[in-house]
């Protein structure tokens, strides 16, 4: 194509695979069972209560000043503590709708 129009730079399409090849997912094998996770959870949320009361106790025996962190930690704390409370609600509303249904 050498005419007026020639655009340098652009190549000839290769051969597209059609069929895209199948890839498996590989999950880590972890031997934790939901009791596991949902004990590691909990003690999760109850590690971020006490580093926002230990932060708190922090400034006001003045071990600290840095209010910005003391304030992160207490939003922390209470969003770990209110996703705790509606992930309670919503398996106890499962548990409830399951025990309704007609076997």
Known sequence: MNGPFEIKGLQQPREVEINPRRQELQLPKTKDSFADMLSNAVGSVDQT???????????????????????????????????????????????????????
Do not use: P
């Open 49 to 103: 209560m006490k580093t926002s009361e230990q932060s708190i106790q922090d400034f006001a025996t003045g071990k600290t000043d840095n209010v910005h962190e003391v304030m992160i930690n207490m939003q922390r704390a209470q969003l770990s503590f209110q996703m705790m409370v509606e992930i309670r609600n919503k398996a106890i509303e499962t548990y409830q709708e399951i025990s309704r249904m007609q076997i």
